[in-house]
């Protein structure tokens, strides 16, 4: 699927911009619209550490910032070799511009790892609805 090569590739290439000295650990994210847009982001660390910030997070600041607020699917790219699923603060975050059945697609240098839902990964979330909302 072309348009999965392209965010596999987006988040590969913003994984070598992240800020990482304190735990380093490197990761990118890399989400794609409904319209084929991509958005990326990496972590930012900080010498204080709970203000650091995780690559997905990031990734959905630049999809705000450009106009965009629904996300078709999302690639998060980490190092090692297990899995690196979006922590549970950004499983959150993605709930918020993503549907029940949205693809969120990990993955390691070599390729995509494993493939989840959204809603495999924040089963009976709070989300927008609970607030009246969408
Ligand atoms: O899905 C993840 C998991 C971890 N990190 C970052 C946070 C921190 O900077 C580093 C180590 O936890 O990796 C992410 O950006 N996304
Ligand atoms: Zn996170």
């Known amino acids: 699927m072309a348009s999965l090569d392209t965010l596999f590739e987006a988040a590969k290439a913003v994984q070598t911009k992240a800020y990482a000295p304190y ?3 490197k990761v990118g994210a890399a989400i794609m619209t409904p319209d084929g847009k991509v958005f990326s982001g990496c972590n930012v660390e900080n010498a204080a550490y709970p203000v650091g910030s995780c690559a997905e997070g990031g990734a959905i600041s630049a999809m705000v910032a450009g106009g965009e607020s629904r996300i078709a699917a999302i690639v998060v790219m980490g190092e090692g070799d297990a899995l690196v699923t979006p922590c549970g603060g950004c499983r959150q975050r993605i709930r918020e511009f993503a549907a029940p059945d949205t693809p969120i697609h990990v993955a390691g240098p070599e390729g995509i790892r ?6 495999e990964l924040l089963p009976f979330s709070f989300g927008p609805h609970n607030l009246g909302t969408r």
């Open 23 to 25: 735990s380093r650990f």
């Open 114 to 119: 494993k493939s989840f839902t959204l809603d």
